[in-house]
C-alpha cells in the first residue's frame, strides 16, 4: 500500500519499522501508567518492555528466517532488511519472554504478576503493528473480489492485517477488562496466549503467504494449536490452585 512514508535526506522512514515503534511508545506508555496505578515501579516496567521488544524483534526475525531459509540463503543480504517485513510472532514470543522473565527475576519481582501487567498492552502493540503490515504489503490475504487492492501485489486481496488489528483490539479490550477484576496471577497472561491462538488460527485460513504444511494445516496454526493447548492447561492450573 504505502511501504515508505517519507525520505527525509538520505533516510526513509518506512511504514512498517514506524508502526512498529508506535506500538512500542503506546503500548510502553499506558503500561507505565498502569505499573504507577499498581504501585509498581514504571522505569523496571519500561526498561523490560524495552529488552522484551529488542530480543522479540530478533526472535520474530530469526524465526522467519529459519522458516523461508531457502529464499534467504540465496539472498543473505536481505536478512537485516526489516523494513520490508518478515516477523513471525511465535519466535518473537519465545525470545521476548524469556528475555523478560530473566529480567524480571533479576529484579526480584513476580513472573506472573509482572507479565499479567504487561500482556493486554502487548496486545495492543501488535495491533497497531499490523496496521504496519497492511501498508507494507505483507501478511496479505488470498484473492478476493471484495477486498483491498494492494499495489504490491497488483490484485485484490482479503485484508487479513485490518482483521488481525481489529481482532487484536478486542483481545486487548477482553485483557484489560480481566485485568482490572480479581483474578489469580498468571490469567491474564494465559488468557493472552489462548486468545492470540484463536485468532491467529482462524486467520491463517484468510492468509495467502503460509503454505500448507501438515494435515492441510499450516505451521503457524500447528503452533496455534501448541500454544491454545499449553495456555489452557496454565489456565485449568491456576483455577484449580488455591489462592
Not at 218 to 229: D, G, P
Request: net charge positive.
Amino acid at each position: 500500500m504505502f511501504p515508505e512514508i517519507c525520505t527525509i535526506g538520505p533516510f526513509t522512514v518506512y511504514s512498517y519499522g514506524f508502526m512498529l515503534v508506535i506500538g512500542f511508545v503506546v503500548a510502553s506508555w499506558l503500561a507505565c501508567q498502569q505499573a504507577k496505578r499498581l504501585g509498581l515501579n514504571p522505569d523496571m516496567i519500561f526498561n523490560m518492555l524495552f529488552i522484551a521488544f529488542v530480543s522479540g524483534v530478533a526472535g520474530a526475525r530469526i524465526f522467519y528466517v529459519l522458516d523461508n531459509f531457502s529464499y534467504y540463503a540465496a539472498h543473505p543480504a536481505e536478512i537485516i532488511m526489516l523494513q520490508r517485513g518478515g516477523l513471525a510472532w511465535f519466535g518473537g514470543l519465545l525470545l521476548g519472554t524469556l528475555s523478560a522473565i530473566v529480567y524480571i527475576k533479576v529484579k526480584g519481582k513476580s513472573i506472573y504478576c509482572t507479565l499479567d501487567l504487561i500482556v493486554p498492552f502487548v496486545a495492543l502493540a501488535q495491533a497497531i503493528g499490523r496496521i504496519g503490515c497492511l501498508l507494507n504489503g505483507c501478511c496479505f490475504g488470498k484473492h478476493t473480489d471484495f477486498g483491498l487492492y494492494f499495489p504490491v501485489h497488483q490484485a485484490i486481496l482479503i485484508p487479513t492485517q485490518l482483521y488481525s488489528t481489529l481482532l487484536l483490539l478486542v483481545i486487548y479490550i477482553v485483557l484489560r477488562s480481566l485485568q482490572d477484576r480479581p483474578h489469580r496471577d498468571g490469567q491474564v497472561f494465559y488468557a493472552y496466549l489462548l486468545l492470540y491462538a484463536l485468532k491467529r488460527f482462524s486467520v491463517e485460513f484468510l492468509r495467502a503467504d503460509s503454505p500448507v504444511f501438515l494435515l492441510g494445516l499450516t505451521l503457524f496454526q500447528l503452533l496455534s494449536i501448541a500454544v491454545f493447548f499449553v495456555s489452557a492447561v496454565g489456565l485449568i492450573i491456576i483455577h484449580k490452585a488455591r489462592k
